[in-house]
């Protein structure tokens, strides 16, 4: 069974920066594709970025704009969320999620695994 273990999450002034990061265990990690997801109150749940076995990555450009980058390490089984110019929209609780599908990556039904969450608050 996979599990997903979110850190990094916080509070952070609008202009700032948090690195967030997903602890995988339970499987091959380089057998996943790994997501970035966020839900704010009262809103659905959005794809930030995404990277593949072959370290292609995808990105939400309409949300991200090239603030985010997502990065795999496959020797530490871990995949990390940089975020960078962070304002309040982007305040959310972000989620890790795991799947060995072929869906779309902008898609949560795409994945089979979800972590808990962390949550990143964003203050002006």
């Known amino acids: 069974q996979v599990q997903l273990e979110e850190s990094g999450g916080g509070s952070v002034q609008a202009g700032g920066s948090l690195r967030l990061s997903c602890e995988f265990s339970?499987?091959?990690?380089?057998?996943?594709?790994m997501g970035w997801f966020r839900q704010a109150p009262g809103k659905e749940r959005e794809f930030v970025a995404g990277?593949?076995?072959?370290?292609?990555?995808?990105y939400n450009e309409h949300s991200v704009k090239g603030r985010f980058t997502v990065d795999r390490d496959n020797n530490k089984n871990s995949v990390s969320l940089q975020m960078n110019a962070l304002n309040p929209e982007d305040t959310a609780v972000y989620y890790c999620?795991?799947?060995?599908?072929?869906?779309?990556?902008?898609?949560?039904?795409?994945?089979?695994?979800w972590g808990q969450g962390t949550q990143v608050t964003v203050y002006s």
């Open positions: 999620a795991a799947t060995k599908s072929l869906g779309h990556m902008y898609s949560p039904g795409t994945y089979d695994y």
């Open positions: 339970g499987r091959t990690f380089s057998a996943y594709r």
């Open positions: 990277v593949d076995w072959s370290d292609y990555v995808t």
